[in-house]
């Protein structure tokens, strides 16, 4: 498989534009530029095994990828926060008594 540069650039920039999109819906404000970037990329892997799952296919172009890893990034958003509520939040300190 080859990516032209054009291609890796859409790929960046659906990322950034879903991760920045699924931060302001769920945490009211983006999480930095890496932070964007990684959420909406995580977002479209699973946003791209998700929708086809539940039997929904939003077409191709530019803003069918948006919305795909936007739908993904606000599914894996979901996640870590209900894993934060379950298990107490990430990194945080736990006391352990003997």
Request: net charge positive; hydrophobic share 60%.
């Amino acid at each position: 498989m080859h990516l032209s540069n054009e291609s890796l650039l859409v790929i960046l920039f659906v990322g950034i534009v879903a991760g920045w999109l699924a931060g302001r819906v769920m945490e009211g404000g983006g999480f930095g530029l890496i932070g964007d970037l990684v959420v909406g990329l995580v977002g479209a892997f699973i946003g791209n095994w998700l929708l086809p799952q539940l039997g929904i296919h939003l077409g191709v172009g530019l803003v069918a990828a948006i919305i795909n890893a936007f739908i993904g990034a606000v599914v894996l958003l979901l996640l870590l926060l209900l894993l934060r509520l379950i298990g107490g939040g990430f990194g945080g300190r736990r006391r352990w008594s003997i």
